[in-house]
């Protein structure tokens, strides 16, 4: 799995983003690079859970705002800043469902619904890939988060932990049992 | 029971389409407009808090401290005039100080009517002595004429000299027992007699001060201090004192330390 560049970032590059940070604090007009850096990541994780558009920018908006706002809030613990903006952006999607103001989404390509087809050792059909949408609609929340992060999204678990704030064990074991569980629920309905 | 809308295959935004959407000054103006008014603020409210608290006390302070302010405020001025017309001579400073004194102070004093005889005309012409308070009372365009004339006798006043000081019981300053203090009166000379004076002491409801007219300390004074029943500073300021001739005089102010035994 490849790892993703902007996450996993050198010494040199967390610290030269932690004097941005340090700057934005005093005038948050030096946000500006962090801005930049990190719009389309958090974009992107905002549009896959939603379905509008437009509303998926007005909430990547509202994260970077909530964020310049809370920033004499944050601490560095030796992770990425994305990961906390990422903890802003899922409080904010949350928000944005429960005002309903959009519906959870989950997107999916062809390529992503026959690789779990395989995963499963079941033949790549039309039947079975309606199934497998099936089964996904009906997974829980949390079991969700973690399919759509790990084999979605592609993050490693050192990257799902810290954005879901457990250990990096704690996100590999939740995933794998994620993925039991739609392997189950896919099993179940095929017989 | 579902819980997701599930898309398939939903058309992907490129980086550089969504970079167009960036916008970091509208977040920026958003943020700005979005921080609460300074009135809402923590400090805001701290500083008005603890100004207003300040204001009370201070209030408060002033209140009980300005009877006792009054009173040193008298004392200095008399010791400065007396200072004042020993050392310097200068009696005009002297008209100037008591003539601002004298508008407040002056107590009433019985009007004279005098019936004179015009020696050019023989009639009869009745006039009005115009330095009593009491017309001061009844006419304020009586009273310019009553300052004026007020000033014009007290030119050269009559320096009270130490010698002639105010006492109690023969006591002018200090310790004085409890037993003369209630039962004495303001003597000032033979020819003085005191025709008003303050008094300002601790009761058991705080500082009082209180005018007297006459030179007796009156009987409330004495029971409010012998309820109290502690040793305290008296003092007794504004001490005005008339000769033989009508003429007023400001006194020394005097400070008796009351001894009970």
């Known amino acids: ?191 | 029971m579902k819980h997701f809308k599930v898309n398939l295959d939903r058309k992907k935004l490129t980086s550089e389409y969504i970079e167009s959407k960036q916008n970091f000054d509208s977040v920026l103006t958003k943020v700005n407009m979005s921080k609460p008014g300074f009135w809402k603020s923590a400090w805001f409210y701290g500083t008005i808090g603890l100004s207003g608290v300040a204001a009370i006390i201070g209030y408060n302070f002033s209140q009980s401290e300005n009877n006792l302010n009054e009173a040193i405020i008298t004392q200095k001025n008399s010791i400065q005039h007396a200072v004042t017309s020993t050392e310097t001579g200068n009696e005009v400073l002297i008209a100037q100080h008591v003539k601002t004194e004298e508008v407040y102070v002056v107590p009433p004093v019985e009007k004279k009517d005098k019936q004179t005889t015009d020696k050019k005309t023989g009639s009869p012409v009745k006039t009005v002595a115009a330095d009593t308070p009491s017309d001061v009372r009844n006419n304020a365009s009586e009273r310019v004429v009553l300052k004026e004339k007020v000033v014009e006798k007290m030119d050269a006043p009559k320096v009270v000299s130490r010698s002639s000081m105010p006492s109690i019981s023969g006591v002018y300053s200090g310790d004085i027992q409890w037993e003369n203090f209630k039962q004495g009166e303001i003597f000032v000379a033979e020819d003085l007699s005191v025709k008003q004076f303050s008094i300002q002491y601790t009761s058991r409801l705080g500082d009082r001060t209180i005018s007297v007219e006459g030179s007796k300390i009156p009987q409330d004074v004495v029971s409010d201090l012998e309820k109290l029943g502690l040793n305290q500073t008296v003092f007794i300021t504004n001490v005005i004192a008339k000769n033989d001739n009508g003429d007023l005089m400001r006194c020394y102010s005097m400070d008796l330390n009351l001894k009970f035994k």
């Not at chain 1, 970032?9 to 690079?33: C, G, V, Y």
């Not at chain 1, 995963?119 to 997974?139: A, G, P, V």
């Open chain 1, 1 to 191: 799995m490849s790892v993703n560049p902007l996450y996993h970032q050198t010494n040199s590059r967390m610290m030269e983003e932690l004097d941005w940070i340090q700057r934005a604090k005093a005038d948050p007009a030096h946000f500006a690079p962090l801005y930049k850096k990190y719009h389309e990541q958090i974009f992107r994780y905002v549009y896959q859970r939603m379905d509008d558009e437009e509303m998926a920018f007005d909430v990547t908006s509202q994260v970077f705002m909530k964020a310049i706002k809370n920033l004499h809030k944050y601490e560095f613990r030796g992770v990425p800043f994305v990961s906390w903006l990422y903890r802003i952006a899922k409080s904010e999607l949350y928000q944005a469902f429960r005002d309903n103001k959009a519906d959870r989404m989950v997107n999916i390509d062809t390529v992503q619904v026959t690789g779990f087809i395989e995963e499963f050792e079941h033949d790549e059909n039309e039947e079975n890939r309606e199934r497998l949408l099936l089964c996904l609609s009906k997974m829980k929340e949390e079991d969700m988060q973690l399919l759509e992060l790990r084999f979605f999204e592609k993050r490693s678990f050192k990257e799902i932990g810290e954005i879901l704030e457990i250990t990096e064990n704690n996100a590999k074991v939740k995933s794998f049992r994620a993925l039991e569980k739609l392997k189950k629920l896919f099993i179940n309905k095929n017989e």
